[in-house]
């Protein structure tokens, strides 16, 4: 009698133990290629979304249009079917666009959202302006061959689905039913009120915006709300009149104890603001002067570069890094401190300290 039949490894589990015997050079070397693979596979079936229009083959597949085929017989979803055949008409229509697309200079998303305002006329003007520009620059360009919309500010309640345990695709679902069947929807799928906020603003708001978003640990998760809601606290707590004479009771309470205190507990004790800055050398703690000073000299940005000159372009979640490690006798001077985002000072600790010593402090990713 045989033994009990062992479970066939299926891919996704030979694959990714195949990876992890790489080398971190192969590792980066194989990536990337399967990178350019793929970009070349995409421009590939640019050409082919092309040529299936061109042939109407999808109509003896039973197919009604090339979106029609790409959404039930290649199985791209809605989204994705929809910036392909855009982005494969506007390169039949200016093939100059192939040799950007094969340079990375543009991508599908941008030539599938500069379709329908592109003509011969402003052509070279538009492709020109979308050459490296990000999604933003390329939205806004959008902007300007679109009709004036006029705004206003606004503020009105909303029902909107709570969060719930069931699944994405139920509730998707039926979001998409609500419209048909809206007694029904509100009955089956739990809601909570919101406020829907509305107002125009300029670039200066939303380079402060992003700029406060940037100073704030993990602000990149927080929502647009949360965001305001910080910086609004904030504002109120600095300069209400109620907030400053809390404070200022706040203050008279603590001196008049620091008084009282002063006698009995000595000032050397752990009590007394005195004891803290006297030792304030001997403490990793990094006075707030200095992370200022470091914040500025690294312009707000992952001071890490890589071996070919490369910067990281990291402007979230930064951390104040010893380059001569404080456990190691490193000081707060200017000269040994450095701007580093998360990623880059766990790598910094792991090449000194070495691995084992700093794997048990990091969180599982």
């Not at 970009?39 to 999808?58: A, G, P, V």
């Not at 506007?90 to 040799?99: F, N, S």
């Not at 907030?243 to 008049?256: D, F, H, P, S, W």
Request: charged residues 30%; hydrophobic residues 35%; proline residues 5%.
């Amino acid at each position: 009698m045989g033994g009990p039949a062992v479970p066939a490894l299926n891919e996704d589990q030979i694959f990714p133990a195949l990876l992890r015997k790489l080398s971190d050079s192969d590792f980066i070397d194989q990536m990337e290629s399967t990178a350019g693979v793929e970009h070349s596979s995409t421009i590939k079936m640019l050409h082919f979304i092309n040529d299936l229009e061109r042939r109407k083959l999808f109509l003896d597949l039973g197919c009604s249009s090339v979106f029609d085929y790409c959404v039930r017989r290649i199985k791209y979803s809605s989204s994705q079917a929809g910036r392909r055949i855009q982005a494969a008409r506007c390169a039949r229509r200016y093939p100059e666009v192939w040799a950007l697309l094969r340079t990375r200079e543009v991508c599908v998303t941008t030539l599938a959202l500069i379709e329908p305002i592109i003509t011969d006329d402003n052509k070279d003007d538009i492709i020109q302006r979308v050459r490296g520009a990000s999604r933003r620059e390329v939205e806004r360009l959008l902007s300007e061959y679109r009709p004036p919309t006029a705004l206003r500010d606004r503020i009105r309640y909303v029902q909107v689905p709570s969060p719930s345990p069931r699944s994405v695709d139920a509730a998707l679902l039926d979001r998409r039913c609500a419209r048909a069947v809206p007694e029904i929807w509100r009955d089956h799928v739990p809601t909570e009120e919101k406020v829907f906020v509305q107002f125009l603003a300029d670039d200066e708001f939303l380079t402060l915006f992003e700029e406060v978003r940037n100073l704030i640990p993990d602000g990149g998760d927080l929502t647009f709300a949360d965001l305001m809601k910080v910086a609004l606290t904030e504002y109120r707590d600095r300069y209400s009149p109620a907030a400053r004479q809390k404070r200022r009771e706040t203050k008279r309470v603590n001196g008049a104890a620091s008084v009282a205190d002063a006698g009995k507990t000595g000032a050397n004790s752990p009590d007394s603001h005195r004891w803290e800055w006297e030792g304030a050398t001997k403490s990793r703690h990094i006075p707030d002067e200095a992370r200022d000073k470091v914040f500025v000299r690294d312009r707000g940005q992952c001071s890490f570069v890589a071996p070919d000159g490369t910067q990281c372009e990291c402007r979230k979640g930064l951390q104040i890094d010893h380059i001569r490690p404080f456990a190691a006798g490193g000081t707060h001077e200017l000269s040994n401190l450095r701007l580093l985002c998360g990623a880059h000072n766990r790598l910094a600790a792991e090449r000194t300290m070495g691995k084992h010593v700093m794997q048990p402090f990091w969180r599982r990713q």
